[in-house]
């Protein structure tokens, strides 16, 4: 049995406690961390887990063999270095960290500590929809990928969230998915910005299209807009040289009531995205027990964050921003 301690006990660090306590076999919730008290007393009681002060404690604790790291973004690295200092493996919430150099830090140590400890949370590399984009492209059928149109809209963001948590946040899901389903890197990328919804605040631009240019000159638009209201809402179109393919839809009846015809949309990720959490999860605990990473790793993480600071550069600027890799995948990160 996989002892696990987590830190961040917020929305996805409770959706994960109750997934690990009630789906996942081979885990359990062991010690649970949150610098606000009343956090960790109410994912406590989901899984009969101690309560920790402090992260340090916790990732050090002989009751903790895993560490599953689900803090803002912005607190994810020191919680990292500390787990692979302990050489405890660890599953760590999207994003790695808020900047490339900060993921940078974290792959080097992960590297030169000589074992695979970290899996990241791109969970969508696991969704059903994304999954069967990705088998028909790889069959050949279709030609190769040219233009790629997607959306994620959320319903509404609290007014902590500001214009750069669009990408670090939000499309960092899409600058993971997209350039595994086509399996490219990224070379430029633009922003441009729409008039403000009156749902925004003063701290953020909403909506946000982001343009991406791989290297193969496949071109990306993502809509990113978190006060659409009426739903969450994400899409992918995929139109390559010999057909166009959109992922499908959450599988909902049509009602025809009223001289309409209606169906249901999600209205959050915890939902839409249940399955792949389940499985991105269950593949980390079965990893992680045989000292594996058999999911996305740090080095995804920071191929990531790398396309994000250019997107945040690119909202700042106006301007086609380059992508640019400060470094060669180390060898340690060369495995299947
Ligand atoms: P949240 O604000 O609801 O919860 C964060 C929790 O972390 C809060 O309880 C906060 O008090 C606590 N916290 C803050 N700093 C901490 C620290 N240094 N140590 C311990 N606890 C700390 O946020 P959330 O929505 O639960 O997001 C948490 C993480 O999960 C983020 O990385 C976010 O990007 C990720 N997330 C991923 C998905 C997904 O679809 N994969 C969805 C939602 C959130
Ligand atoms: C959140 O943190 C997630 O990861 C969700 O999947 C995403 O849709 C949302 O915009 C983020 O805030």
Redesign the pocket.
């Known amino acids: 049995m996989l002892r696990v301690g987590i830190?961040?006990?917020?929305?996805?660090?409770?959706?994960h406690i109750k997934r690990l306590t009630n789906k996942i076999q081979g885990a359990q919730v062991t010690a649970v961390?949150?610098?606000?008290r009343a956090?960790a007393e109410a994912a406590a009681k989901l899984c009969g887990a101690a309560i920790f002060r402090e992260?340090r404690a916790l990732i050090e604790a002989d009751a903790v063999d895993a560490v599953f790291?689900?803090?803002?973004?912005?607190?994810?690295k020191?919680?990292l270095l500390q787990a692979i200092a302990a050489g405890k493996p660890v599953f760590?919430?999207?994003?790695l960290c808020t900047t490339a150099a900060d993921c940078l830090e974290v792959v080097q140590a992960e590297a030169a500590g000589g074992r695979h400890l970290v899996q990241l949370?791109?969970?969508r590399r696991y969704d059903r929809g994304y999954q069967q984009l990705k088998q028909a492209l790889d069959s050949g059928q279709y030609g190769d990928p040219l233009m790629l149109h997607c959306t994620h809209r959320n319903p509404e963001v609290g007014s902590d969230y500001s214009t750069p948590m669009a990408v670090h946040?939000t499309a960092?899901?899409e600058i993971d998915t997209l350039h595994w389903l086509v399996d490219d890197e990224y070379d430029t990328v633009q922003v441009i910005a729409p008039r403000v919804t009156k749902y925004s605040h003063l701290g953020l631009k909403d909506p946000q299209i982001m343009l991406m240019r791989t290297k193969k000159g496949v071109c990306i638009d993502v809509e990113v807009f978190v006060n659409c209201k009426f739903g969450y809402d994400i899409n992918c179109e995929m139109v390559c040289e010999d057909g166009a393919l959109k992922m499908a839809e959450p599988g909902y009846p049509d009602i025809r009531k009223s001289a309409a015809v209606s169906r249901a949309i999600d209205t959050d990720?915890?939902v839409r995205?249940a399955e792949a959490?389940d499985t991105e999860v269950q593949q980390w605990v079965d990893g992680a027990a045989l000292g594996r990473v058999d999911g996305p790793n740090s080095w995804d993480g920071y191929l990531a964050a790398v396309t994000a600071d250019a997107l945040v550069k690119a909202q700042e600027s106006g301007k086609v921003e380059t992508v640019v890799t400060a470094v060669e995948k180390p060898v340690f990160f060369n495995y299947s």
């Open positions: 830190i961040g006990c917020g929305k996805m660090g409770q959706d961390t949150d610098v606000v956090n992260e790291i689900v803090s803002p973004g912005y607190a994810h020191e919680a760590c919430e999207k994003p949370g791109f969970m946040d960092i899901h990720c915890f995205f959490y």
